[in-house]
C-alpha cells in the first residue's frame, strides 16, 4: 500500500526576499508593500489561492473580498493592503514553527467565514510568538477532544492545549454570543490538559457599553467548567496617525478560571509582564516603507 507524502511547501529566506524587491514595481510603498506581499503568499499558498481570495476579479468570497467601493477609498484600501501585508507577515515569520504546515494546509482550504477564523488563529499564534511564549501548531484530526489549534508549554513544562474562537466581523455584541461561542467549543479540546480559548472579538466591539457583556459571557462559561483553565480576549485596533502610515494596537485581557481542576495554584497568565518582544521582520520593511507599527497593551 502506498504511502501519503505531504509535500513541504518552500521557505523563504531572507536572501529570497530582498531579491523579489528588486524586481517590484517603482510606485508608492504601498503598492511595494501589496506587491511583495502577494508574492509571499503566491509561495506559502500558490497563485491559484491569491487568486481566488485577493486578486480584484478573481472568485472572491470571504474575509479578503475587495469592493469597488474599497478601490475609491484610501482609507479602505490602506486597510486591505495591511490585511493582506499583516497575512504575509504572520506566514513569513513562523514559517520555522513547529507544525507551521498544519496551519498553512488550513489556511489553503479554508473558505469563506473560515479564512477570518483561520486568520484569527495566525494572530493568536503571532501573540504567543512575538512575547516569546513556547507553542506548537496542532493538526486538527476531527475527533472530539482533539480538534485545537495549539499546545503551549508552561513553565514546568505544563502542556496547554489551546483554540482560538473568532467572533465575524459584523455580528452585535451580546453576552449570550460570547458564552454560546465558547460553550459550544467545549468539546474540541481534551479532558485530560487544561486549556486556554482565546477570543478575538470585533474592532466594532471597542466600547465601554460592550465591556461588561462581553466578561459577562465570559465568567458564565467559566463557572460552568473545571476544564478551561483561562479564557484570553484580544483585539485589534487599527489607526491612522499618518496618510501613510497604519498602526495596530492589540489589547489582550487574561481572565484565569478560579475553579480550575489543573494543577491549582498555577497561574495561568502568559503576556503579563511583557517587555522583550521577539523581534518581528515587516515585508514592508523590505519594501522600502516604514514598517506597519503594533504595539500590545
Request: glycine content about 6%; proline content about 4%; charged content about 25%.
Amino acid at each position: 500500500m502506498g504511502q501519503n507524502i505531504r509535500i513541504r511547501p518552500k521557505r523563504i529566506s531572507r536572501t529570497e526576499l530582498n531579491k523579489w524587491v528588486r524586481t517590484l514595481p517603482d510606485g508608492s510603498f504601498q503598492l511595494r508593500t501589496y506587491s511583495l506581499s502577494l508574492l509571499v503568499l503566491r509561495r506559502f499558498l500558490g497563485e491559484e489561492w491569491v487568486g481566488r481570495h485577493i486578486r480584484h476579479g478573481g472568485d472572491q468570497t470571504g474575509f479578503f473580498k475587495q469592493s469597488q467601493e474599497m478601490l475609491n477609498n484610501r482609507i479602505l484600501a490602506l486597510d486591505h493592503i495591511t490585511t493582506v501585508a499583516k497575512l504575509a507577515d504572520m506566514l513569513f515569520n513562523m514559517q520555522f514553527t513547529t507544525n507551521f504546515d498544519a496551519c498553512l494546509s488550513q489556511l489553503s482550504s479554508a473558505k469563506g467565514n473560515q479564512l477570518e477564523t483561520t486568520y484569527a488563529e495566525l494572530e493568536t499564534a503571532m501573540l504567543l510568538f512575538r512575547c516569546r511564549v513556547p507553542f506548537r501548531f496542532v493538526e486538527p484530526i476531527q475527533k472530539r477532544g482533539f480538534d485545537y489549534d495549539f499546545e503551549i508549554i508552561m513553565p514546568g513544562n505544563t502542556v496547554v492545549a489551546a483554540d482560538t474562537k473568532c467572533k465575524v466581523t459584523g455580528l452585535l455584541c451580546s453576552e449570550r454570543t460570547v458564552y454560546n461561542v465558547l460553550h459550544d467549543s467545549i468539546g474540541q479540546v481534551p479532558p485530560s490538559l487544561p486549556s486556554f480559548f482565546f477570543l478575538k472579538i470585533p474592532e466594532t466591539w471597542i466600547q465601554p457599553a460592550n465591556d461588561e457583556m462581553v466578561m459577562s459571557g465570559v465568567r458564565r462559561f467559566l463557572s460552568g467548567t473545571g476544564r478551561v483553565a483561562s479564557v484570553k480576549i484580544h483585539v485589534e485596533h487599527r489607526f491612522l496617525p499618518h496618510p501613510r502610515k497604519s498602526e495596530q494596537t492589540y489589547i489582550v485581557k487574561e481572565i484565569a478560571n478560579p475553579q480550575c481542576r489543573f494543577l491549582r495554584g498555577q497561574g495561568w497568565d502568559i503576556f503579563v509582564g511583557v517587555n522583550n518582544l521577539r523581534e518581528w521582520h515587516y515585508i514592508s520593511y523590505f519594501a522600502g516603507a516604514k514598517a506597519f507599527e503594533r504595539r500590545f497593551v
